[in-house]
């Protein structure tokens, strides 16, 4: 590993208090200074050949300013501290505060690691990233002659971002996060094809990987892709769906979450605007948003505004508890304080509200019982991705390994299957909760950009849902 | 840094990567700035202004390449540049070669695309534009209750490549972006409709063009209803189809093709759809914004047929899978092999008229989920849209919670009619000019009894 330098700032202590006091001069009541430095490493497999291995390092300042609701965000990766003072002073103009506010001294500096790696991921070698992969792929390529293609992938990235602001707040992050990827391609003699994938993210260094069970995972999608090779198109219609545990948590993240947070909720653009204390799911459903699940990959210990993350209780029975609620957000919802969810990709994004390890909890049941239960309908056991209108609640997504449910039993695989909605009625709908939780990795791309965020849930019957198949 | 530093900075990488062993090697610089106005409610809520650069770097040694990138362009990148790509070279075992490439009688290649109008641009001309905009919107139609996004902003690109086969390739460009998102309300339902401008003069911005389109895509769909599940004659508008058309686009790709992983492998040269789809890539049209005389590899661009009459003709080639094709790269390499500008050939008859022809059925506006509904490798999909229904030949009331499910192949043999209804739409690497397309069948699934 080759480091470019030793101090990762580029900024000292007396240069971000400069740059605040120069914030705060345009009558901002807040002036926040953002640095982070991200040191990365990837290696890309195509059927086991290594067809791409880089490493970089980036660096950059942000730089934001608040009067009231009204927000300056100015960023530069460039390591001029007089062009970050000419911005600073640009910035400063073009806010419109009533008043000079003076800033507090920065306190001492708080720096933590929200969990510390045995093994850190980009201290490896490339080559260790490469073995690994090459388990997968070689089990893949010789598990079947119908997978034809393996490609995977491994990306790790050490970052570290400090947050100041004129409250004082001086806190300073370090994460290390890994996510890996294994996806196959089965193929047929009538050159029908279907796919499965894996892809894991942590933040527990590579010692998790090594814990991982690689192989029995590599074959469950060898398993699932050469199954779908034989399936038909998913039918058309209003039917119960049952959805498996894990990623098809997809749906609480996308039918409901996404319009809690403040970005739309402090502009009254949401569905679920007002809504606190209302029942807005069926009384079997509780929904949190956890930042402090250790070592899991959308944890962090405070947010990129500097404030404390929290473990926030979303539904409660049905009933809506609480919103994410960032700094501006607060601003705009009189009565709501930041919950410590503000999230940014990276510097060149000012902060929002923002998910982090969002899930539905574990209700009683075991999940061959709401199959058992279920006379007639869809089981979702893997789901892709989807998108969601926040102000109409509209949302959509796609069913990746789908079986039809004949009299409680799981039968015919079927394929192309889309799910939609709208997600203050589908919440209502949901009448089984099972008892198998788990929690999987995504990234999620909203207004500040991409941010990695788990998704998560037991097995759930929605008793009505609009499957968009073709027969 | 100006341009003659930067590349006294590009020659240092090379120069040092040259002593450490590689063969071959080639830098990148990479800038941009820019600036945006967000309004809310009548006042500036987001100002934004930003600047960053990187420094890319590619080394080849017996045949494979290693990369690596920084943010830090300054002399202490060079070691790290050129040592980690040494490092990730080590790794590298792709069983086909990677290239660089410079064409002697082409080796300094220029093309500067910055406005001579940027000057008009800035925080307040941006603020009052965007004022002047939201308050246009909130007072179009009474059913719009408010704008919740509003943007005007502007950004500049510079790029500066060096290698060491002695290729110089510099290009400059800037772009203005105006988008707004409006919401509206009746009896109690709610919808909203985006729609984004692009340009380099502020100028040429039309305030009542916009909000007219604006109006169109946000209040048209109330009153909006499910349809019954079934298969549809469909007319898909241009934003419907080039979407569809982007999302598969990487089965374009001659890697994709030569990797096994492309709906189009083996079908070079064959009939892939209907005879009346010709799709033409013209990197330097003059009605395109964004213009392409060469790619990011310095390979000079060219026009071409991409389908002509239903065949699939051409690949999108890169350096590296020409080579492996024994072929003259195509001109398309800008990181993997991406289109410039694409002109599908239109037909005669405006929408009213293919409304008229289609009879009963569905016009499409707008699919939704293509980042997770659409199988690439099977060509299936399965996607939330809107549109209209489309009743005794004309189009009729709007319908919502529908899907539209089929294969992409089957959707391009099945193509019946093209409009002459050409519209612009941001697309790939630069413009896709496409009309209407009307599709003989697809299947919808709708909760209506």
Same mark, same amino acid.
């Given at each position: 590993?080759?480091?470019?330098?030793?101090?990762?700032?580029?900024?000292?202590?007396?240069?971000?208090?400069?740059?605040?006091?120069?914030?705060? =001069?345009?009558?901002?009541?807040?002036?926040?200074?953002?640095?982070?430095?991200?040191?990365?490493?990837?290696? /890309?497999?195509?059927?086991?050949?290594?067809?791409?291995?880089?490493?970089?390092?980036?660096?950059?300042?942000?730089?934001?300013?608040?009067?009231?609701?009204?927000?300056?965000?100015?960023?530069?990766?460039?390591?001029?501290?007089?062009?970050?003072?000419?911005?600073?002073?640009?910035?400063?103009?073009?806010?419109?505060?009533?008043?000079?506010?003076?800033?507090?001294?920065? =306190?001492?500096?708080?720096?933590?690691?929200?969990?510390?790696?045995?093994?850190?991921?980009?201290?490896?070698?490339?080559?260790?990233?490469?073995?690994?992969?090459? =388990?997968?792929?070689?089990?893949?390529?010789?598990?079947?002659?119908?997978?034809?293609?393996?490609?995977?992938?491994?990306?790790?990235?050490?970052?570290?971002?400090?947050?100041?602001?004129?409250?004082?707040?001086?806190?300073?992050?370090? /994460?290390?996060?890994?996510?890996?990827?294994?996806?196959?391609?089965?193929?047929?003699?009538?050159?029908?094809?279907?796919?499965?994938?894996?892809?894991?993210?942590?933040?527990?260094?590579?010692?998790?990987?090594?814990?991982?069970?690689?192989?029995?995972?590599?074959?469950?999608?060898?398993?699932?892709?050469?199954?779908?090779?034989?399936?038909?198109?998913?039918?058309?219609?209003?039917?119960?769906?049952?959805?498996?545990?894990?990623?098809?948590?997809?749906?609480?993240?996308?039918?409901?979450?996404?319009?809690?947070?403040?970005?739309?909720?402090?502009?009254?653009?949401?569905?679920?605007?007002?809504?606190?204390?209302?029942?807005?799911?069926?009384?079997?459903?509780?929904?949190?948003?956890?930042?402090?699940?250790?070592?899991?990959?959308?944890?962090?210990?405070?947010?990129?505004?500097?404030?404390?993350?929290?473990?926030?209780?979303?539904?409660?029975?049905?009933?809506?508890?609480?919103?994410?609620?960032?700094?501006?957000?607060?601003?705009?919802?009189?009565?709501?304080?930041?919950?410590?969810?503000?999230?940014? =990709?990276?510097?060149?994004?000012?902060?929002?509200?923002?998910?982090?390890?969002?899930?539905?909890?574990?209700?009683?049941?075991?999940?061959?019982?709401?199959?058992?239960?279920?006379?007639?309908?869809?089981?979702?056991?893997?789901?892709?991705?989807?998108?969601?209108?926040?102000?109409?609640?509209?949302?959509?997504?796609?069913?990746?390994?789908?079986?039809?449910?004949?009299?409680?039993?799981?039968?015919?695989?079927?394929?192309?299957?889309?799910?939609?909605?709208?997600?203050?009625?589908?919440?209502?709908?949901?009448?089984?909760?099972?008892?198998?939780?788990?929690?999987?990795?995504?990234?999620?791309?909203?207004?500040?950009?991409?941010?990695?965020?788990?998704?998560?849930?037991?097995?759930?019957?929605?008793?009505?849902?609009?499957?968009?198949?073709?027969? | 840094?100006?341009?003659?530093?930067?590349?006294?900075? !590009?020659?240092?990488?090379?120069?040092?990567?040259?002593?450490?062993?590689?063969?071959?090697?080639?830098?990148?610089?990479?800038?941009?700035?820019?600036?945006?106005?967000?309004?809310?409610?009548?006042?500036?809520?987001?100002?934004?202004?930003?600047?960053?650069?990187?420094?890319?770097?590619?080394?080849?040694? &017996?045949?494979?390449?290693?990369?690596?990138?920084?943010?830090?362009?300054?002399?202490?990148?060079? &070691?790290?540049?050129?040592?980690?790509?040494?490092?990730?070279?080590?790794?590298?075992?792709?069983?086909?070669?990677?290239?660089?490439?410079?064409?002697?009688?082409?080796?300094? *290649?220029?093309?500067?695309?910055?406005?001579?109008?940027?000057?008009?641009? %800035?925080?307040?001309?941006?603020?009052?534009?965007?004022?002047?905009?939201?308050?246009?919107?909130?007072?179009?139609?009474?059913?719009? #209750?408010?704008?919740?996004?509003?943007?005007?902003?502007?950004?500049?690109?510079?790029?500066?490549?060096?290698?060491?086969? %002695?290729?110089?390739?510099?290009?400059?460009?800037?772009?203005?972006?105006?988008? $707004?998102?409006?919401?509206?309300?009746?009896?109690?339902?709610?919808?909203?409709?985006?729609?984004?401008?692009?340009?380099?003069?502020?100028?040429?911005? @039309?305030? &009542?063009?916009?909000?007219?389109?604006?109006?169109?895509?946000?209040?048209?769909?109330?009153?909006?209803?499910?349809?019954?599940?079934?298969?549809? #004659?469909?007319?898909?508008?241009?934003?419907?189809?080039?979407?569809?058309?982007?999302?598969?686009?990487?089965?374009?790709?001659?890697?994709?093709?030569?990797?096994?992983?492309?709906?189009?492998?083996? @079908?070079?040269?064959?009939?892939?759809?209907?005879?009346? *789809?010709?799709?033409?890539?013209?990197?330097?049209?003059?009605? $395109?914004?964004?213009?392409?005389?060469?790619?990011?590899?310095?390979?000079?661009?060219?026009?071409?047929?991409?389908?002509?009459?239903?065949?699939?003709?051409?690949? *999108?080639?890169?350096?590296?899978? $020409?080579?492996?094709?024994?072929?003259?790269?195509?001109?398309?390499?800008?990181?993997?092999?991406?289109?410039?500008?694409?002109?599908?050939?239109?037909?005669?008859?405006?929408?009213?008229?293919? $409304?008229?022809?289609?009879?009963?059925?569905?016009?499409?506006?707008?699919?939704?989920?293509?980042?997770?509904?659409?199988?690439?490798?099977?060509?299936?999909?399965?996607?939330?849209?809107?549109?209209? !229904?489309?009743?005794?030949?004309?189009?009729?009331?709007?319908?919502?919670?529908?899907?539209?499910?089929?294969?992409?192949?089957?959707?391009?043999?099945?193509?019946?009619?093209? %409009?002459?209804?050409?519209?612009?739409?941001? &697309?790939?690497?630069?413009?896709?000019?496409?009309?209407?397309?009307?599709?003989?069948?697809?299947?919808?699934?709708?909760?209506?009894?």
């Amino acid at each position: 590993m080759y480091s470019q330098r030793e101090v990762f700032f580029i900024l000292n202590d007396s240069q971000i208090c400069d740059l605040i006091n120069i914030g705060l =001069q345009g009558k901002a009541d807040l002036a926040e200074i953002y640095l982070e430095h991200s040191n990365n490493s990837a290696v /890309n497999l195509l059927d086991n050949r290594v067809v791409g291995a880089t490493s970089s390092i980036i660096e950059g300042v942000g730089i934001r300013l608040l009067s009231g609701v009204n927000q300056v965000y100015v960023y530069s990766n460039g390591d001029d501290f007089d062009e970050l003072v000419k911005l600073c002073t640009e910035a400063s103009k073009a806010i419109n505060g009533d008043t000079i506010h003076t800033a507090e001294e920065l =306190q001492k500096l708080s720096s933590l690691e929200v969990y510390t790696p045995k093994i850190n991921p980009v201290e490896l070698s490339k080559s260790d990233f490469v073995s690994y992969l090459r =388990q997968a792929g070689s089990f893949a390529l010789d598990f079947d002659n119908r997978i034809k293609k393996v490609t995977s992938s491994i990306t790790a990235s050490n970052k570290t971002y400090r947050v100041c602001n004129s409250r004082g707040v001086n806190v300073e992050n370090r /994460n290390s996060r890994t996510r890996m990827s294994v996806a196959v391609i089965a193929q047929d003699e009538s050159n029908q094809q279907a796919g499965g994938r894996i892809a894991p993210g942590t933040l527990r260094g590579f010692e998790f990987f090594n814990e991982y069970p690689l192989i029995e995972k590599t074959q469950k999608i060898c398993e699932s892709a050469i199954r779908m090779l034989s399936s038909g198109y998913a039918p058309s219609g209003k039917m119960p769906v049952v959805i498996g545990n894990g990623f098809g948590g997809v749906i609480l993240h996308e039918a409901c979450v996404h319009a809690l947070e403040a970005t739309s909720v402090g502009i009254k653009s949401s569905c679920f605007t007002d809504m606190i204390g209302k029942q807005i799911a069926a009384p079997c459903v509780t929904a949190r948003d956890n930042a402090r699940l250790e070592g899991e990959w959308g944890s962090y210990l405070y947010d990129s505004e500097g404030t404390p993350s929290s473990d926030l209780l979303l539904i409660e029975n049905g009933i809506l508890k609480n919103y994410l609620v960032d700094e501006l957000g607060s601003r705009r919802m009189p009565g709501f304080k930041s919950t410590g969810c503000a999230r940014r =990709q990276n510097c060149a994004f000012a902060p929002t509200s923002r998910m982090s390890n969002t899930y539905f909890t574990n209700g009683k049941e075991r999940p061959e019982d709401i199959i058992a239960d279920t006379e007639y309908g869809l089981y979702a056991a893997d789901m892709g991705g989807g998108s969601v209108d926040t102000a109409t609640g509209e949302f959509n997504f796609a069913v990746n390994e789908g079986y039809m449910i004949r009299n409680g039993k799981i039968c015919e695989p079927v394929r192309g299957a889309t799910l939609i909605g709208k997600g203050p009625e589908v919440l209502m709908n949901i009448d089984r909760i099972g008892n198998d939780l788990e929690h999987a990795a995504g990234m999620c791309g909203s207004l500040s950009g991409n941010v990695p965020t788990n998704v998560g849930q037991p097995t759930i019957r929605v008793s009505s849902i609009l499957v968009g198949g073709r027969e | 840094m100006d341009a003659n530093n930067v590349k006294d900075f !590009l020659d240092k990488v090379i120069t040092k990567a040259i002593d450490s062993g590689f063969e071959e090697a080639e830098s990148i610089y990479k800038y941009g700035a820019g600036s945006a106005v967000s309004i809310f409610e009548g006042e500036v809520s987001n100002y934004e202004n930003n600047s960053e650069q990187h420094i890319g770097f590619m080394g080849k040694l &017996d045949k494979q390449m290693g990369s690596s990138k920084t943010s830090i362009v300054d002399i202490s990148s060079v &070691d790290y540049l050129v040592n980690s790509a040494l490092d990730n070279h080590k790794v590298k075992n792709d069983e086909d070669e990677d290239f660089f490439y410079c064409d002697k009688e082409n080796s300094d *290649l220029y093309f500067n695309e910055l406005s001579d109008a940027s000057y008009k641009n %800035g925080f307040e001309r941006f603020r009052d534009t965007g004022l002047e905009l939201e308050k246009a919107i909130l007072n179009c139609d009474e059913t719009i #209750k408010a704008v919740d996004y509003l943007q005007v902003g502007y950004s500049k690109t510079i790029r500066i490549l060096k290698n060491s086969l %002695g290729l110089t390739e510099h290009t400059e460009g800037d772009l203005l972006t105006i988008g $707004a998102e409006a919401r509206c309300e009746k009896d109690g339902v709610v919808k909203t409709g985006y729609h984004i401008w692009y340009g380099r003069d502020i100028d040429e911005f @039309k305030i &009542d063009e916009f909000v007219s389109e604006l109006r169109q895509r946000t209040c048209s769909k109330l009153g909006a209803s499910s349809i019954s599940s079934g298969i549809y #004659k469909v007319i898909l508008s241009q934003d419907a189809f080039v979407s569809l058309f982007s999302s598969y686009a990487s089965s374009l790709s001659a890697f994709s093709i030569q990797k096994g992983m492309s709906l189009l492998k083996d @079908k070079v040269n064959e009939v892939v759809a209907s005879p009346l *789809l010709t799709i033409r890539e013209i990197p330097m049209y003059d009605k $395109a914004l964004l213009k392409f005389p060469f790619d990011n590899s310095g390979v000079l661009t060219y026009d071409k047929d991409i389908f002509k009459d239903g065949k699939f003709v051409q690949p *999108l080639y890169t350096l590296k899978t $020409a080579h492996k094709d024994n072929v003259k790269p195509t001109g398309n390499d800008f990181g993997g092999a991406e289109y410039t500008n694409l002109v599908l050939t239109p037909g005669d008859k405006n929408l009213e008229e293919l $409304a008229k022809e289609v009879g009963e059925g569905l016009y499409i506006t707008d699919l939704n989920g293509l980042h997770a509904g659409i199988n690439a490798v099977s060509g299936d999909f399965s996607l939330l849209c809107e549109g209209f !229904l489309i009743k005794d030949g004309r189009i009729d009331h709007p319908v919502e919670q529908i899907t539209v499910a089929g294969n992409y192949l089957d959707l391009l043999k099945n193509i019946c009619a093209i %409009g002459s209804d050409v519209k612009n739409i941001s &697309d790939g690497e630069g413009e896709f000019f496409c009309p209407s397309v009307v599709i003989k069948e697809m299947n919808i699934a709708g909760e209506a009894d």
